[in-house]
């Protein structure tokens, strides 16, 4: 899971990065970006309870795999469509959500069923310090090949190469996808999922820190990258800043995957978190080089502190359940249920705001303004209580073999 997962990493980091930019300069308008973003938001949650409901026998690496191949689908269509893409934001929203989907449902029933409390702050470092990696080595290079690429004699320069590029990479992972637990599991029922929280107690902070994720986090990306680019001005520019914040995460992550326990978590999330709000104030504030350096140092030390951290809590909660792994899929829909309601309202907010006023003058309050969250969800996952878990979820035996 740890390659796979790279790989899908390093496709997002490869294209998915530049993506946003290439529609800003094919249109010059969020509204399009904010369109695709929030049509994958609303499908994504449609595509976690489509494989609960009606394709539940489909193992992990088969959602894996179709989400995998909707990805590089998706690059490869906005390549087809090039200048074009802004006016396709529809097809191109509703293809990367249902792929998003289909893949982020078979990468938590995997992640639930390989890790039990006493491993998933080792599990979620090593993650993290292979995507810091990534995120050091790829987005660089991608944005060499794209200002390089602009002299060429080709419609795009080279972001065609970058997004074949994150085509193949995904295809090579999907390959990989067949090695992956089957994680069979029961009909999702959306009873069960409406009575979770009076089931497990504890989840009623799961729920308030998923709602204030999703509706900060996915605007807070696509608002952040455009910034980056105004004050950086080209491709290559945004590569480097990029991995230059990957290259210090890369310490950060090892190490915390190293040292973390679970009693500290609360402790070294509110650190994190502290250093990302922080963050959030210094570049909308001044939009300036200085300004931005100083914004990825923070979240260069902020995000690992605070996204490692809290990533297992979560499942923590799941475990407590007298069942758990009847129950784990519901949990991990009712979890995407909340982060694509809070990033559907938050994204429509903000087409409602920009769209008859100064765009950026609007993205800059919104990046403030939402910077708040990761103190909020911080809050949330410290009122979980840090009771042991059930015995039946630490020797639950791991699924047979897709």
Not at 129 to 158: D, E, H, K
Not at 249 to 262: D, F, R
């Amino acid at each position: 899971m740890v390659v796979i997962h790279g790989a899908y990493n390093g496709s997002n980091l490869l294209a998915g990065t530049f993506l946003s930019i290439f529609l800003w300069r094919a249109s010059h308008d969020l509204t399009p970006i904010a369109v695709y973003s929030g049509l994958s938001a609303l499908m994504i949650p449609l595509a976690f309870l489509a494989n609960g409901l009606l394709w539940r026998r489909l193992g992990a690496g088969g959602l894996i795999r179709l989400g995998l191949g909707g990805n590089g689908l998706a690059y490869l269509l906005v390549l087809v469509l090039g200048n074009q893409a802004p006016h396709w934001v529809i097809v191109l929203g509703l293809l990367r959500g249902i792929a998003e989907g289909f893949y982020w449902s078979g990468f938590h029933l995997v992640t639930y069923d390989s890790t039990s409390d006493q491993d998933r702050d080792r599990y979620f470092g090593v993650q993290a310090t292979a995507n810091a990696f990534l995120t050091a080595m790829l987005p660089p290079l991608a944005g060499t090949i794209i200002v390089a690429g602009s002299r060429l004699q080709t419609p795009y320069g080279g972001y065609e190469l970058v997004f074949g590029l994150a085509a193949v990479m995904l295809i090579a992972a999907m390959a990989l996808a067949g090695r992956l637990p089957s994680a069979a599991r029961p009909r999702l029922s959306i009873e069960r999922v409406i009575r979770l929280v009076k089931r497990n107690p504890d989840w009623q902070w799961v729920t308030r820190a998923r709602l204030a994720d999703g509706f900060t986090g996915s605007l807070i990306g696509l608002v952040l990258t455009i910034l980056t680019f105004l004050v950086l001005n080209n491709e290559q520019q945004v590569g480097n800043f990029n991995g230059l914040i990957g290259l210090l995460g890369v310490g950060m992550s090892l190490a915390l995957a190293t040292v973390m326990k679970p009693q500290h978590r609360t402790i070294y999330a509110l650190v994190g978190g502290a250093l990302l709000v922080l963050s959030t104030l210094v570049l909308p504030l001044y939009l300036t080089g200085w300004a931005l350096l100083a914004f990825g140092l923070l979240r260069a030390i902020g995000g690992p502190l605070h996204g490692n951290a809290l990533a297992p809590m979560a499942l923590q909660v799941i475990d407590r359940d007298p069942t758990p792994r009847a129950m784990r899929y519901d949990y991990i829909v009712h979890s995407e249920l909340c982060l694509g309601v809070g990033r559907v309202l938050s994204i429509g907010c903000f087409l409602l705001l920009a769209t008859p006023g100064n765009q950026m003058l609007v993205a800059r309050i919104v990046v403030v303004i939402a910077g708040a969250a990761p103190m909020l969800i911080w809050a949330a996952f410290a009122r979980v209580s840090q009771r042991p878990s059930v015995d039946e979820a630490e020797a639950r035996p791991l699924v047979s073999a897709a």
